[in-house]
Nanobody
């Protein structure tokens, strides 16, 4: 089993920064693909960033230049650094890990990010 726990969310003013963390525990294969998603009220969950190997982070175009993903492989942690936050970034942010060998996806409970204008 794999457990994921996100942290670092909160309330911030527009233009501010937050750094989210996602810690994975349990039976984990090193360098398992991990992802950050977000879901705003009334909207579908959307991909924000991903890392599919030890050194291959990717962020989607809508947050490129403001968000960055990093990975601590030794401790099974991924981070999402979010700068110049905008009210439209308000959402619950979720972490996901894919166990490629088992074909399973695991999700964390999410962390709320609220950006005030």
């Amino acid at each position: 089993q794999v457990q994921l726990v996100e942290s670092g969310g909160g309330l911030v003013e527009a233009g501010g920064s937050l750094k989210l963390s996602c810690t994975a525990s349990g039976t984990i294969f090193s360098f398992s693909p991990m992802y950050w998603y977000r879901q705003a009220p009334g909207k579908q969950r959307e991909l924000v960033a991903s890392v599919t190997g030890p050194f291959s982070p990717h962020v989607v175009d809508s947050v490129k230049g403001r968000f960055s993903l990093s990975r601590d492989n030794a401790n099974n942690v991924i981070y999402l650094q979010m700068n110049n936050l905008k009210p439209e970034d308000t959402a619950v942010y979720y972490c996901r890990l894919t166990d490629v060998q088992a074909g399973r996806h695991y999700w964390g409970p999410g962390t709320q990010v609220t950006v005030s204008s």
